[in-house]
Nanobody
Framework: QVQLVESGGGLVQPGGSLRLSCAAS????????VGWARQAPGKEREVVSC????????DFVDSLKGRFIISRDTAKNTVYLQMNNLKPEDTAVYYC??????????????????WGQGTQVTVSS
């Protein structure tokens, strides 16, 4: 049974940083692509980034490149999203997502089969 459990969200001031964690179970990170999606208030969900089973990372939102960095620890079966220089527009619920495929799919949220419960990130002074 695939499970994705996020942690690390919270309230942070603009310019601050947070690191989200996604503890995966029911599969190994070498076999499934895992990523992060988010949904801001009043907006549709969007996939932010993904890391393939071979460790290759893929970013889907140009405005986040260089600020958001995805990584993984295969020994802990955990995927991380390091978020730097956070802005109020980054406020959203962040979801860990996984695809039943080794390589990252296209950015469509429907391409990811599994979703975590989400963790709230609020950027505000």
């Amino acid at each position: 049974q695939v499970q994705l459990v996020e942690s690390g969200g919270g309230l942070v001031q603009p310019g601050g940083s947070l690191r989200l964690s996604c503890a995966a179970s029911g599969f190994g990170l070498d076999y499934y692509a895992v990523g992060w999606a988010r949904q801001a208030p009043g907006k549709e969900r969007e996939v932010v980034s993904c890391i393939s089973g071979n460790g290759g990372a893929r970013d889907f939102v140009d405005s986040l490149k260089g600020r958001f960095i995805i990584s993984r620890d295969t020994a802990k079966n955990t995927v991380y999203l390091q978020m730097n220089n956070l802005k109020p527009e980054d406020t959203a619920v962040y979801y860990c997502v996984a695809a039943a495929a080794r390589y990252c799919p296209v950015a469509a949220t429907t391409a990811f089969h599994y979703w975590g419960q989400g963790t709230q990130v609020t950027v505000s002074s």
